[in-house]
């Protein structure tokens, strides 16, 4: 089973930036779209951003202009950069591969002041 490795993650304050990553073969990343999922506590898991093979992405609402996914296919990892991080971006992201749903191992994020 291909496994999705992610690296990231912390305890951050508002409005501070971070990157996560994640890693995979390179057949799984640069052929399949990635995405990006959140889960808070008590919540259900939602998407947050995603990325296409063929490098269009989009996003949730409550992220637009502040996240960004990219992808580095020499790197065989997509990038989740998070700026002007708020109390409400706190959550347990997980990295995604919907074709071929593997997930990754999941990282906290937690904003807080």
């Known amino acids: 089973q291909v496994r999705l490795v992610q690296s990231g993650g912390g305890l951050m304050q508002p409005g501070e930036s971070l990157t996560l990553s994640c890693s995979a073969p390179?057949?799984?990343?640069?052929?399949?779209?990635t995405a990006w999922y959140r889960q808070a506590p008590g919540k259900q898991r939602t998407l947050v951003a995603r990325i296409e093979s063929s490098g269009s992405t989009n996003y949730a609402d409550s992220v637009k202009g502040r996240f960004t996914i990219s992808r580095d296919n020499a790197k065989m990892t997509v990038y989740l950069q998070m700026n002007s991080l708020k109390p409400e971006d706190t959550a347990v992201y997980y990295c995604?591969?919907?074709?071929?749903?593997?997930w990754g191992q999941g990282t906290q994020v937690t904003v807080s002041s």
């Open positions: 390179a057949e799984t990343i640069n052929n399949y779209p």
């Open positions: 995604n591969n919907p074709t071929l749903d593997f």
